[in-house]
């Protein structure tokens, strides 16, 4: 958990002229934490039917950034392993795909500190966790039109929470199961408890806004963004300058430029992605594309959920990549799709020191628990094994 760590950077709310969220003006450290020492995101719900005229939902705790803004880090120009910041270390934890489908509706209603108890203490220890959300959040309405869809109650924000995740990313293939109605109940019940999501919002400078905090003395920079959407939905799921939805990273330009406003003033930039084919352990060509031009436009770690199977992280140059972190909660069928984990990765500003699979399994319960001793090793080189068939390295380049 984001321990002691604050909010940079405050919101200014845009009229009808922007349709958007208006810039950071520099660094100003808020005392908005909250009193479990948590960041406490300044969330502001918009009404999507209406972005002209209401302020937009940030995702995250800050706008977009400002570029004019500088970072701790020396020199800019220096390699990026040189590029430290503050020369404090901060330790990230990654989980995928958490849903309450099913029996883990009664789960989080009755019993929600078990949901992630088989994860502690990793999860909680970290100085920023980040997971995936899967799922709409409310009650009611209408499905929208697709295979699969996912609901859970607002409590599904306090679990994670608890927990010790620090940030939630929604940018994801069913965000939306219940429509642009069930994206307005999914912003009031971020908005009355403060949940830290990201990924979605009221227009796409929103959706990508990244969740931003001062940790251990760096600056911490978190984006969200899907590849898959389902074709018959992508126009009205997809955040636009003036439409609700997902931040999509289909529109690569524009999450680019996302990268590189917040690598202007961050000392880490952290990009989390629904991507991958699901129920295959290699990475597809888009996330091999895609991955570099991220690391290109000043991603220090790239990593993300999606396929339903684990696969293979390592390191591309400077950076860290995990194709696939997996399902972590989840109604999950097979012995594949029960293969779960988390990713922790320690980086000082742009370098990354360490990277560590902690694998685990989810049990007929569809709760997840970390594995030890015989268990953990097999899995473990099992998942050194995947890096075969990705253009990851296990050391840095």
């Not at 830290?196 to 931003?212: F, H, Q, R, S, Y």
């Not at 963004?225 to 992508?234: E, Q």
């Not at 126009?235 to 990273?249: I, K, L, N």
């Not at 220090?300 to 400077?318: E, K, M, W, Y």
Request: charged share 15%; glycine share 10%; aromatic share 6%.
């Amino acid at each position: 958990m984001a321990a002691q760590s604050r909010p940079w950077g405050y919101l200014a709310g845009l009229g009808l002229a922007a349709f958007a969220i208006g810039s950071l003006a520099g660094w100003v450290d808020s005392s908005a934490s909250s009193d479990s020492g948590m960041v406490t995101p300044a969330v502001r719900l918009a009404d999507p039917a209406s972005p002209t005229t209401s302020p937009v939902l940030v995702g995250g705790v800050s706008s977009v950034v400002a570029p004019t803004s500088t970072t701790t880090t020396i020199d800019p120009d220096a390699p990026p392993a040189q590029q430290t910041g503050a020369g404090n270390p901060v330790t990230f934890v990654f989980g995928g795909d958490v849903h309450f489908d099913g029996p883990l509706a009664a789960t989080l209603a009755n019993e929600p500190a078990a949901v992630f108890a088989g994860l502690q203490p990793a999860l909680a220890d970290a100085d920023v966790a980040v997971v995936n959300l899967e799922s709409a959040i409310g009650s009611g309405g209408r499905k929208a039109p697709k295979a699969f869809n996912f609901q859970a109650a607002p409590a599904a924000f306090d679990a994670l929470t608890a927990a010790g995740v620090d940030v939630i990313s929604m940018a994801n293939n069913h965000a939306l199961d219940y429509g642009q109605d069930g994206l307005v109940q999914t912003f009031a019940a971020a908005a009355a408890v403060d949940a830290p999501i990201i990924g979605v919002g009221g227009n796409e400078m929103a959706a990508l806004a990244p969740w931003t905090a001062t940790v251990n003395g760096q600056r911490i920079a978190v984006i969200a963004a899907t590849s898959v959407l389902d074709g018959n939905l992508i126009r009205d799921w997809t955040a636009t300058e003036d439409h609700p939805g997902v931040a999509s990273a289909k529109r690569v330009d524009q999450l680019l430029a996302a990268v590189a406003q917040a690598r202007a003033v961050a000392d880490t930039v952290v990009v989390f992605l629904h991507w991958g084919t699901e129920a295959t352990f290699c990475p597809n060509r888009n996330q091999q594309d895609l991955a570099p031009r991220l690391i290109g436009a000043g991603a220090d770690i790239v990593v993300g959920s999606h396929a339903h199977r684990v696969l293979a992280g390592g390191h591309l140059g400077h950076a860290y990549v995990h194709y696939g972190l997996g399902n972590l909660v989840f109604k999950a069928g097979g012995a594949d799709s029960r293969d779960t984990g988390l990713l922790r990765v320690t980086a000082t500003g742009r370098r990354i020191d360490a990277a560590e699979w902690l694998p685990g399994r989810i049990g007929t319960n569809y709760v997840p628990t970390l594995l030890d001793g015989a268990d953990r090793d097999r899995e473990l080189a099992t998942w050194n094994s995947r890096r075969a068939c990705s253009d990851l390295a296990e050391a840095p380049g």
